[in-house]
């Protein structure tokens, strides 16, 4: 990157560092099931509500408790159960289509991260009827409030839950928008480890990744506060105590607990001290590939922090003594290099790849593309690169053999 980009990018960091303890971030009301929200129901006086979720959920009763509250209180539900793994336009159009035609009052997101983005975005186009998701994309476009919305995550990763993004793609140009605004923060979140029961051992491996790459890109950037980096550190501590355990024990609610609070914990240092090159390339490779988001910031983590070489050796080293993989008499270097050594075998122990099978030579330059757009001048990362430099992350993650 030459070093005017590198002056560029840099100033508009620090200008967003020092407007950051005004900006409006807020936490939603948490609730510790879904039976705590009878109460909110009937104090928000609700008749008709919009349940975003996916087949899979729907099909496997997860949802059950919560549509037959609905009926117990006569609260009209409308679903939408088309949700897929990274939601597209086409997603979010429907849903808010269904809607309007049935004069819904609240949203209600139970699921991933996909279901949870797929219902802020249309809250968005709801606040925004005429204007599409491609115009709502970037940093702060959405300023007139959504209807309120109310989470309740499934996967202990995304802490889409409590922050201020929404990633959706857009299939026919295979790219994906991300849309970063205060209004989009849930009002309300129900953090119960019971409905992440049924997730497979699989996902709740690169979900759970996924939250770790949220707190490590959220700690090494250069827009920590006291805060976020506490936060930080607490999700990474947490994570690498309980992740295998609620791989290995579907059932095992105090692991399963304390990885939502991890995500949760992660979701706050990120919203405001932003995420870095690991998120950007993530997103590219699903816009492109449709790669889930959890399984890519797991494979690309521990490439993109090896590249970011001694910028980072202190941060990381801290991140290992959180993590408990890392002595206090290591060196700075031996630290980093031990938090990124114990990243990796966490992703063995899971069955995660060390790289990811799919991805055309010709394809990325244009993804590298989109990731430096997505990441700069934003994105407070420890080294700034360019596309060109980018380019390498995608040649070291790619799986070419036969």
Not at 249 to 276: H, W
Not at 297 to 313: F, H, R, T, W
Request: aromatic share 8%.
């Amino acid at each position: 990157m030459n070093v005017f980009k590198k002056v560029f990018c840099r100033c508009y960091q620090f200008c967003f560092r020092l407007v950051m303890p005004i900006l409006p971030y807020r936490r939603p009301i948490i609730y510790n099931s879904v039976s705590e929200l009878e109460e909110l129901f009937r104090e928000l006086e609700v008749r008709n509500v919009m349940l975003i979720t996916d087949e899979f959920l729907r099909k496997a009763g997860v949802t059950k408790e919560l549509e037959e509250l609905l009926s117990k209180k006569k609260i009209k539900c409308t679903v939408y159960d088309k949700t897929r793994a990274n939601p597209t336009v086409n997603n979010v159009e429907e849903a808010r289509k269904l809607y309007i035609k049935n004069k819904c009052e609240m949203l209600i997101a139970f699921g991933g991260g996909s279901s949870m983005d797929c219902a802020k975005a249309v809250g968005a186009r709801i606040a925004y009827p005429k204007k599409s998701v491609n115009e709502l994309k970037g940093l702060l476009r959405v300023l007139r409030k959504i209807p309120k919305l109310v989470a309740i995550p499934t996967t202990a990763g995304t802490g889409s839950e409590v922050t201020i993004t929404a990633v959706i793609t857009d299939s026919e140009k295979k790219h994906k928008y991300t849309m970063n605004n205060f209004t989009m923060i849930p009002r309300y979140a129900v953090l119960d480890p019971k409905v992440t029961y049924t997730l497979p051992p699989s996902l709740t491996a690169t979900t759970g990744m996924d939250a770790l790459t949220h707190a490590v890109e959220a700690y090494i950037g250069g827009s920590t506060t006291k805060e976020t980096r506490e936060l930080a550190l607490e999700a990474v501590e947490l994570i690498f105590k309980n992740i295998k355990i609620a791989y290995n024990e579907k059932d095992n609610y105090e692991a399963r607990n304390n990885m939502l609070q991890a995500a949760y914990k992660a979701g706050i240092a990120f919203s405001k001290s932003y995420v870095g090159y690991i998120h950007a390339v993530a997103h590219s490779l699903g816009g492109e590939y449709n790669i889930p988001h959890g399984l890519a910031n797991a494979v690309i983590m521990p490439y993109v922090l090896d590249m970011y070489g001694n910028s980072v050796y202190k941060k990381l080293y801290e991140l290992g003594i959180a993590a408990k993989v890392v002595k206090e008499s290591d060196s700075y270097e031996e630290g980093a290099k031990k938090f990124i050594k114990a990243i990796r075998k966490l992703n063995k122990e899971m069955e995660i790849p060390e790289k990811l099978k799919g991805i055309n030579k010709e394809d990325i330059a244009n993804m590298a593309k989109h990731a430096d757009k997505e990441a700069n001048p934003l994105y407070p990362v420890p080294k700034l690169m360019n596309s060109k430099e980018l380019e390498e992350i995608y040649y070291k993650v790619a799986d070419w053999s036969e």
